[in-house]
DNA sequence: TTCAATATGCACCTAAAGGAGAGTGAGAAT
DNA sequence: ATTCTCACTCTCCTTTAGGTGCATATTGAA
């Protein structure tokens, strides 16, 4: 059973509502398009990771934020969070108080999102051992000869 | 109803026959970062472009595959599938005549990342208005200078 | 005989992603 | 008076992604 990203039953509640109200679009070859641009600006690493940590947390300001994801540096974040927040992904709160405190939270929309992400993260998480066990035998093989570089 | 990835009955039977013996790896710390990883090298648009078009139309060459998705270059397109076997995703065949035929198709740990994908690229399909809605919105805001730029 | 067809490999180049580190501004703590 | 905090922004730099175009071996078709 994944830890991660499983919603909770609040969320669930929230994403059903929201879910009921929301029609998709017709499908020609124009939104084809907009659909792939869609998926390639949405599926990268660091909104992926966000997104995780955002759903499990809830709430949080930039410094929290930035410790839930060691990895990523000041830049990348700032950038990811600009272009989630710009596609409706992510809510920004500023509180207008010295030192600044910004707060970042998903939106119905970043929460449909997750849901989305989670039969991912649970696929990654059952074949890891497969994936690496399929390594192994390529990189045999390849060192053999019996496969292109 | 999305056409997209839509799996086949066939390919639903066999997918549910795989998924029954596969078990999942062990949550902790180390496995955490094996996971990350792997969403990241398998979560790229090139990958999840030829997922779906294996997906769709089963087995195919070199050639046939670059056709199907014409932004592709034809490095990029061997990159990603030399990649994406190593990874256990796609099988390679070789067929020694001449000219050279060689064929692609997904393997079943491929269509089992292929079904987790659905739930991205439907996700997608449905939520691009909101999307599209919520830039404009954050682009009229910037511009009035209400939201950093 | 020359040509087309196929699945790459290789070399070179540009563009984009991303990292490191310094700077900022105002008030609260020392 | 000085220092610290926060949420950035800016600049400079390195690394990676990705594009273009050429080369190849072989054989059946023109």
Redesign the interface.
């Known amino acids: 059973m994944?830890?991660?990203v499983a919603l909770s039953a609040e969320q669930i509640t929230a994403l059903q509502e929201y879910e009921a109200c929301?029609?998709?679009?017709a499908?020609d070859a124009r939104?084809e398009r907009?659909?792939?641009e869609?998926?390639?600006r949405?599926?990268?690493?660091w909104t992926?990771?966000l997104i995780e940590v955002l759903t499990e947390k809830g709430e949080l300001r930039f410094t929290r934020l930035r410790e839930c994801v060691p990895s990523i540096s000041y830049k990348m974040l700032t950038q990811t969070l600009?272009s989630m927040?710009?596609?409706?992904l992510v809510a920004r709160t500023v509180h207008p108080v010295i030192p600044p405190k910004v707060e970042y939270r998903l939106t119905l929309?970043g929460l449909?999102?997750s849901?989305?992400?989670?039969?991912?993260?649970?696929?990654?998480?059952?074949?890891?051992?497969?994936?690496?066990?399929?390594?192994t035998?390529?990189?045999r093989a390849r060192d053999c000869g019996t496969?292109?570089e």
Chains 1, 2 share one sequence.
Not at 42 to 45: C, E, Q, Y
């Open positions: 994944p830890t991660r929301t029609a998709p679009a499908p939104v907009l659909v792939t869609l998926i390639e949405v599926a990268d690493k992926m990771l600009r927040e710009r596609e409706g929309l449909s999102l849901a989305a992400f989670c039969g991912v993260w649970m696929w990654a998480e059952k074949h890891i051992a497969e994936v690496e066990q399929a390594r035998t390529f990189d496969v292109p």
